[in-house]
C-alpha cells in the first residue's frame, strides 16, 4: 500500500510557472515509477508526465518542453515543474504510482489531487 499527498496548486497567469510535490508514505518508494496525471472538468484523466525507477521521464506532447518531472528517492517524493503555463493546463493534478512495461501503468494509488487554475 502506498499513500500520496500531492500539494503546491493554485491559480496562476497564462506564463507563469508552479512547482507540484507529491510525497509518499506505507512503502518502499524508490520501487514504484510515479506518474502525474491531470483532469479537466468533463474530461478523462491523463497521464502528463512519468519518470522510471532509473530516473528516466516521459511526457505528453501537450506539455513536452515546459514541464519537467522528478524524483527525490530520500525524501519518497516526486516533483512536476511546470513552465510556461497556458489555460488549457487548467486542471486537478494527481499524482500516481505505477510501473513501465512498453509505457507506463499505473496501480491503483492515487493522491488526493491538487487543482491548477491558469487565467487571467
Known amino acids: 500500500q502506498v499513500q500520496l499527498v500531492e500539494s503546491g496548486g493554485g491559480l496562476v497567469q497564462p506564463g507563469e510557472s508552479l512547482r507540484l510535490s507529491c510525497t509518499a508514505s506505507?512503502?518502499?518508494?524508490?520501487?514504484?515509477?510515479m506518474g502525474w496525471y491531470r483532469q479537466a472538468p468533463g474530461k478523462q484523466r491523463l497521464l502528463v508526465a512519468s519518470i522510471a525507477t532509473s530516473g528516466g521521464t516521459d511526457y505528453a506532447d501537450s506539455v513536452k518542453g515546459r514541464f519537467t518531472i522528478s524524483r527525490d528517492n530520500a525524501k519518497n517524493a516526486v516533483y512536476l515543474y511546470m513552465n510556461s503555463l497556458k489555460p488549457e493546463d487548467t486542471a486537478v493534478y494527481y499524482c500516481n504510482a505505477g510501473y513501465y512495461a512498453t509505457g507506463y501503468h499505473p496501480f491503483n494509488y492515487w493522491g488526493q489531487g491538487t487543482q491548477v487554475t491558469v487565467s487571467s
Open positions: 506505507g512503502s518502499t518508494f524508490s520501487i514504484y515509477a
